[in-house]
């Protein structure tokens, strides 16, 4: 075992990487798939058999561990708020959750068979070079949202503090109004950050621990909020009796509205849950997200609305944030406190949950394939860490740029269309049949024209163009809700479901592009793999049954781009 001092860098190194950026640079490591010319690491290749650690049991904790959140619980808020009830919010939840599902099995049947993450898998409809389109989309947003559940979870941080020395809640501000963030709250948002940067480090392979803990404390917490509001106030409170205040045709959009709101919110992972099934044990475990992230995401919502709804009896107004209710009992007493912390650290330990597996991992393995000279999964996570929480300032987002936000919020725009053309070129265009080590390869089967496969291009524009105008319109927005931008009724509709129409309309356009004009060079009959091709080991080939040792002391690259006597490698 390694001791601590070989991680510290010496003096000398420290002044070299401060001085060139040479010296920043990987050890170039000899990929099981890449030509020798194509710079690559080992994070990029398919995971190794022993690291295929995930059962059906780690995606149920996976998907308890990644809905548990703060912006879950408060997600049955904003539909409620715009005038629908508990009978249209809980629907639009299930509904919309279950519309996401889809692709998230679809496009996770990549990584559970093939194990490769989805910059890699992206390349099969988008081309090389054009895929580059998708990882830096999808490596943007996850570093975006990291900062943003960083920047929510400091709260958390100060619960946390306040209930050990009441003090705290009286440091004097220092910083300027304008910046949106308090001194204090900068100290705990600090504090956050510092504390959650090891936990970001944590391997895939080991995020079971995490998710273990995680589904102990998150839901306990959740359900003994809801329980203690419940016993405070008689009662679930009046919402359950409270009608919708719209009707017609605007309750419907309101609706679809809702449910792609809903959607929306896990539009990153539909596209990019490769990411993680890469690292299932079986192709088989994944489907069981189909029925488990509806059921987890609806209860956790119907979990805030009851709490809610409490607690405006309790007080007087509705409360939808639970570390709000959380921050009341920091004033009764010395068991109040008490409750208030290890409340706080529960929902401390979901947002750090949330932004391992929904955003550090993912902006890592987008920029390994974006930089494989210089990032690997490691530095990825730092990288991801220190422009997710430092460079896009997400405290001062969150006070004041509503319209960064609502383009943020729209991004389901591009991100729906990437999760239709990946999940069709797979299942409908390949059959499930791909070229594994062609994916590695700049001239591969997989280059089309100049890395391009005008196919998708086409797919995206036609799913993303129509509803440009309601994204527009909805950054347009004012402040005191009036219009700046003026655009048709059929827009502001169609945008109501911007990702249902994104992810249906490209795998409509995309398939039929590809049946009526196939790129027969990209097609191949049976999958051809090569990652379980390991020299020197023996690992078992998922389709063929075959050991590595079987095929002889061959390279794994040329296994890996031919079919020997008839047999898949």
């Known amino acids: 075992m390694k001791s601590v001092k070989e991680y510290i860098p010496s003096g000398q190194t420290v002044k070299r ?24 690491n080992e994070d ?11 059962t059906i049991w780690t995606w149920m904790a996976y998907w308890a561990t990644d809905t548990i959140n703060l912006g879950t619980w408060e997600t049955a808020s904003a539909i409620l708020a715009v005038g629908l009830s508990w009978r249209e919010a809980i629907p ?14 679809l496009n996770g049947a990549i990584g559970a068979k093939l194990h490769i993450p989805f910059s890699v898998a992206i390349r099969a409809s988008f081309g090389y070079y054009f895929a580059y389109f998708a990882i830096v989309s999808r490596a943007i947003l996850a570093m975006f949202w990291l900062g943003i559940q960083s920047a929510n979870g400091a709260i958390c941080m100060t619960i946390m503090i306040s209930a050990i020395w009441p003090s705290y809640g009286n440091i004097k501000n220092h910083i300027a109004e304008s910046q949106g963030i308090t001194t204090q709250g900068m100290i705990s948002y600090f504090l ?3 504390i959650q940067l090891p936990l970001l480090l944590i391997p895939p392979t080991k995020l079971r621990y995490l998710f273990l803990v995680k589904i102990i404390a998150a839901p306990i917490t959740a359900l003994a909020t809801m329980g203690w509001m419940v016993h405070k106030a008689g009662g679930s409170g009046d919402i359950f009796a409270v009608r919708a205040t719209v009707s017609g045709s605007q309750k419907a959009y309101l609706f679809l509205s809702s449910m792609s709101s809903v959607t929306g919110s896990w539009a990153t992972l539909a596209c990019n849950i490769p990411d993680f099934s890469r690292y299932a044990r079986s192709s088989k475990g994944q489907f069981i997200q189909l029925p488990v992230l509806p059921i987890i995401f609806t209860s956790c919502a119907v979990i805030g609305i009851v709490t809610t709804s409490a607690s405006q009896t309790v007080y007087g107004e509705p409360i939808w944030n639970p570390l709000e209710i959380v921050e009341k009992w920091l004033h009764m007493g010395h068991g109040g406190r008490a409750a208030a912390f290890f409340a706080a650290t529960s929902w401390y330990i979901a947002q750090v949950g949330t932004n391992i597996t929904a955003n550090s991992i993912s902006a890592a393995n987008d920029l390994c394939v974006l930089f494989p000279r210089y990032i690997n999964i490691k530095r990825g996570c730092m990288i991801a860490a220190v422009i997710g929480g430092w460079v896009i300032v997400p405290w001062k987002i969150i006070s004041s740029a509503s319209t960064f936000l609502a383009f943020m919020g729209g ?3 591009f991100l729906a269309p990437i999760a239709g053309i990946l999940a069709s070129d797979y299942w409908i265009v390949r059959k499930q049949n791909m070229d594994v080590p062609a994916l590695y390869d700049p001239n591969g089967r997989y280059s089309y024209f100049r890395g391009t496969n005008w196919r998708a291009v086409v797919a995206m524009l036609i799913a993303v163009c129509p509803n440009l105008p309601g994204l527009a319109y909805s950054i347009g927005m004012n402040s005191d809700g009036t ?6 009724a059929g827009a502001k509709n169609l945008y109501t479901f911007c990702w249902l ?23 191949v009959d049976e999958t051809i793999y090569g990652h379980d091709v390991v020299v020197g080991g023996s690992p078992i080939d998922e389709e063929s049954g075959m050991h590595g040792k079987d095929f002889g002391n061959v390279d794994a690259v040329d296994l890996g781009k031919h079919e020997k006597d008839g047999m898949k490698v």
């Open 501 to 523: 129409f994104g992810f249906v309309s490209s795998i409509v356009v995309y398939t039929a592009l590809s049946l009526i004009w196939p790129d027969t060079d990209s097609l």
């Open 411 to 413: 991004y389901s725009v």
């Open 17 to 40: 990487r401060f001085a060139s950026l040479s010296s920043w640079q990987l050890e170039k490591q000899k990929s099981a798939l890449a030509p020798d010319h194509v710079w690559t």
């Open 92 to 105: 639009a939840i299930v509904v919309g959750t279950s519309c996401v599902a889809i692709p998230m099995v």
């Open 483 to 488: 219009d700046s931008v003026n655009i048709s």
């Open 192 to 194: 956050f950050w510092i």
């Open 44 to 54: 990029m290749d398919p995971v190794k058999p022993e690291n295929q650690t995930w």
